[in-house]
């Protein structure tokens, strides 16, 4: 059982080059999310998905983009990045089922460097 | 989205009870409260969750007073595994907040 897969786990990118992390997961989960994590903080908000269809911005999403292209899977994309995006970046699910958002499933995480 | 605060770090010894405890002054009638673990380098992982008075599971114990504005995460007998960062989460929708969360250190 996968659970939340995130790819790639490690990248480095040049300021001002795009790339996009991919998040799928097998739980058929209904809400998504995607965080980010600067060293010695706690995570942060960047874009969440309710449901298939819809997103969302959370509190950081200057800079991002993102595409919930089936109930699976959630992407995040830079479009020029910068060297402030450097993180740790953690997608998650969580079944999002009436009133009550239940136990979330994160990723492993993707280390991105911007040099 | 209620507003949570915890101590930034504490430390204990193997064996001992850790408690946690979280002010969340103007949580609301819908809101749940969630804590989470997080290990270095990993995602973070799902403790306990409650509405009111004890929750307990095989992990941990989540006990909340009758007024709600505060909880109070009990891990007893912590090992060294049990280093990492805790977070404690309010809220009733889709959208998971994370604090800086406490800082727990067992040693030897």
């Known amino acids: 059982n996968a659970g939340v897969t995130q790819t790639p786990k490690f990248q480095v990118l040049k300021t001002g080059q795009s790339m996009t992390l991919q998040c799928a997961q097998d739980?058929?989960?209904?809400?998504m999310y995607w965080y980010r994590q600067d060293p010695g903080m706690g995570l942060r908000l960047i874009y969440y998905?309710?449901?298939?269809?819809?997103?969302d911005k959370g509190e950081v999403p200057n800079g991002y983009n993102v595409s919930r292209l089936n109930k699976r899977e959630f992407s995040l994309r830079l479009e020029s990045a910068a060297p402030s995006q450097t993180s740790v970046y953690f997608c998650?699910?969580?079944?999002?089922?009436?009133?009550?958002?239940?136990?979330?499933?994160f990723g492993q995480g993707t280390r991105l460097t911007v040099v | 989205l209620a507003k949570t605060t915890q101590p930034i770090s504490m430390d204990s010894y193997e064996g001992q009870e850790v408690n946690i405890t979280c002010s969340h002054n103007?949580?609301?009638?819908?809101?749940?409260i969630t804590w989470y673990q997080q290990f270095p380098s990993q995602g973070p992982r799902f403790i306990i969750q409650?509405?009111?008075t004890k929750v307990t599971n095989e992990v941990a114990s989540l006990f909340i007073p009758a007024d709600r504005k505060s909880s109070t995460l009990s891990l007893p007998r912590v090992s060294l595994s049990d280093t990492a960062v805790y977070y404690c989460?309010?809220?009733?929708?889709?959208?998971?907040?994370f604090g800086a969360g406490t800082t727990v250190t067992v040693r030897a």
């Open positions: 998905s309710a449901s298939e269809g819809t997103t």
């Open positions: 409650g509405y009111k």
């Open positions: 998650a699910s969580s079944p999002g089922q009436g009133t009550v958002n239940t136990e979330a499933f």
């Open positions: 989460l309010v809220g009733n929708d889709y959208k998971l907040s």
């Open positions: 739980m058929n989960h209904n809400s």
């Open positions: 103007n949580i609301a009638t819908n809101d749940y």
